[in-house]
């Protein structure tokens, strides 16, 4: 497939996809497991915001989805200002929760469209055959780690931006077989051909309820709950 140095190929209309060809090492054994390491340093730390279109450079709509975009209808904002609401929403949600239907610009952090069959793999892997996979092996690590039996129930939705490779933040549900409600994780993933490497797996945080005081109509005594805004 190539020389014999290590590398990650990104190609033309298929630059999400990776393709790794290396020593043994990365390669798939007899029984066809994923080489699985557990990573620290870099991939541990959040990218950075980049606005790499603005409406005007999008003249032919190509480069995003149409069905996530801000409406036509909707009041427009600048550039600048959608790059600071984007920054504030990965910063908040540690990339996983994203509002795409707010921003007309194109960004390094995407959403992965699950039906498109052949987003980051060749066939016969399909995008959402990958993503289930890769959210499989991060909950087979979060159970050895934590003791627990939690099965694999289905992808919600996942983010990615390019990196050495792509860096997924994956929403998946599990469940554990005596409960009968599932539960969300949320794991980030950095993949690489043969290579999966889990940064995080973890169960997806609930939303903090904050106590504020009440108005003066209010009982005095009685505080007043909210709900921090979550981002889908």
């Given at each position: 497939m190539g020389d014999d140095s290590?590398?990650?190929?990104?190609?033309?209309?298929?630059?999400?996809?990776c393709d790794s060809v290396g020593d043994d090492s990365d390669k798939s054994d007899s029984m066809g497991e994923d080489y699985v390491y557990d990573s620290e340093d870099w991939r541990t730390t959040l990218e950075a915001v980049d606005l790499e279109y603005t409406e005007e450079d999008n003249l032919d709509g190509t480069r995003y989805y149409p069905s996530i975009r801000r409406r036509?209808?909707?009041?427009?904002?600048?550039p600048e200002d959608e790059y600071l609401h984007m920054k504030k929403q990965v910063a908040e949600s540690k990339g996983f929760d994203i509002d795409f239907t707010?921003?007309?610009?194109?960004?390094?952090?995407?959403?992965?469209?699950?039906?498109?069959?052949?987003q980051f793999v060749y066939e016969p892997e399909t995008t959402r055959g990958l993503l289930d996979r890769l959210s499989r092996n991060s909950l087979k690590r979060f159970n050895k780690t934590n003791s627990t039996n939690y099965e694999f129930v289905k992808v919600i939705k996942a983010n990615y931006h390019l990196t050495a490779g792509?860096?997924?933040?994956?929403?998946?549900?599990?469940?554990?077989?005596?409960e009968d409600?599932?539960?969300?994780?949320?794991?980030?993933?950095?993949?690489c051909g043969r290579t999966i490497d889990i940064v995080s797996c973890e169960l997806k945080p609930e939303k903090k309820v904050h106590s504020i005081e009440a108005p003066d109509k209010e009982h005095p005594k009685k505080p007043r709950l909210t709900l921090e805004p979550s981002y889908v």
């Amino acid at each position: 497939m190539g020389d014999d140095s290590d590398r990650c190929d990104s190609m033309g209309d298929d630059g999400d996809r990776c393709d790794s060809v290396g020593d043994d090492s990365d390669k798939s054994d007899s029984m066809g497991e994923d080489y699985v390491y557990d990573s620290e340093d870099w991939r541990t730390t959040l990218e950075a915001v980049d606005l790499e279109y603005t409406e005007e450079d999008n003249l032919d709509g190509t480069r995003y989805y149409p069905s996530i975009r801000r409406r036509a209808d909707e009041e427009k904002i600048s550039p600048e200002d959608e790059y600071l609401h984007m920054k504030k929403q990965v910063a908040e949600s540690k990339g996983f929760d994203i509002d795409f239907t707010k921003f007309r610009c194109v960004f390094n952090y995407k959403l992965a469209d699950l039906d498109l069959e052949n987003q980051f793999v060749y066939e016969p892997e399909t995008t959402r055959g990958l993503l289930d996979r890769l959210s499989r092996n991060s909950l087979k690590r979060f159970n050895k780690t934590n003791s627990t039996n939690y099965e694999f129930v289905k992808v919600i939705k996942a983010n990615y931006h390019l990196t050495a490779g792509i860096m997924f933040f994956i929403t998946f549900e599990g469940k554990l077989l005596n409960e009968d409600d599932s539960k969300l994780f949320q794991a980030k993933i950095r993949y690489c051909g043969r290579t999966i490497d889990i940064v995080s797996c973890e169960l997806k945080p609930e939303k903090k309820v904050h106590s504020i005081e009440a108005p003066d109509k209010e009982h005095p005594k009685k505080p007043r709950l909210t709900l921090e805004p979550s981002y889908v």
